[in-house]
């Protein structure tokens, strides 16, 4: 239960976010996108729980987490909250145009869901998932090269990337795209760096860019 507390807290700010926002506990789509977040963080404990290891490594990373990853995800929190916001002002109370009607609320539901998926078999398939990018020397740290991480080389952050693009369809907001745009900037500049760091310091990682080419997609990048 202590593990949970952190997201129990976090989903209750984004909440509070969101509804404060939109002046009203009847903007349904703050319920149900936090929803997903309570499920998410459920599911993520389950799939934890055969790997305590990797649990107390995501719950206190240990030490060598890179400066800038700090920064960056920092800034990817401040901009979630700012996606809230927006939404909250846009679609529960101000109704600024254009609106987004049903069809877009379930494909960003779909989009959420998928990208959850993806985030989740990269987590059970990698032991060394950490919350920070860090070379994991204290847990001898190797290469992921199964699973998902024969398709793309940070499965992880695809997923949270697709999660994150269906985040203004589901809150129902087009306002609230471009604050998650600069979100999937940030990530996509991390996963950049993130590879630079493995590929300089990870023994092996070199090889796996050679078999497994592209980083977040397949054909493209």
């Avoid at 499965?155 to 998650?180: H, Q, Y």
Wanted: hydrophobic share 50%; charged share 15%.
């Amino acid at each position: 239960m202590k593990s949970l507390l952190p997201a129990i807290l976090s989903n209750l700010l984004f909440l509070g976010i969101l509804l404060g926002c939109a002046g009203t506990p009847s903007y349904w789509p703050a319920w149900i996108y936090v929803g997903t977040g309570v499920l998410m963080s459920a599911l993520t404990r389950v799939v934890l729980r055969k790997n305590p290891e990797l649990l107390a490594e995501r719950g206190r990373p240990g030490p060598d987490a890179k400066p800038w990853d700090k920064k960056l995800l920092g800034l990817g929190f401040l901009l979630t909250l700012a996606t809230q916001i927006v939404a909250g002002l846009d679609a529960g109370r101000h109704h600024w145009n254009p609106h987004l009607a049903w069809p877009w609320f379930a494909a960003g539901l779909f989009l959420t869901l998928a990208g959850m998926t993806l985030f989740l078999l990269a987590l059970k398939e990698n032991r060394f998932f950490s919350s920070v990018v860090r070379i994991q020397r204290d847990r001898g740290h190797t290469v992921c090269d199964s699973g998902p991480y024969r398709v793309v080389r940070h499965p992880g952050s695809a997923g949270m990337i697709i999660g994150t693009l269906g985040i203004p369809l589901l809150l129902m907001s087009a306002w609230s795209a471009i604050p998650t745009a600069l979100f999937v900037a940030v990530m996509i500049a991390r996963t950049h760096l993130e590879d630079c760091a493995l590929e300089n310091e990870l023994e092996g990682y070199r090889a796996y860019q050679q078999s497994t080419r592209f980083r977040l997609v397949p054909g493209l990048w």
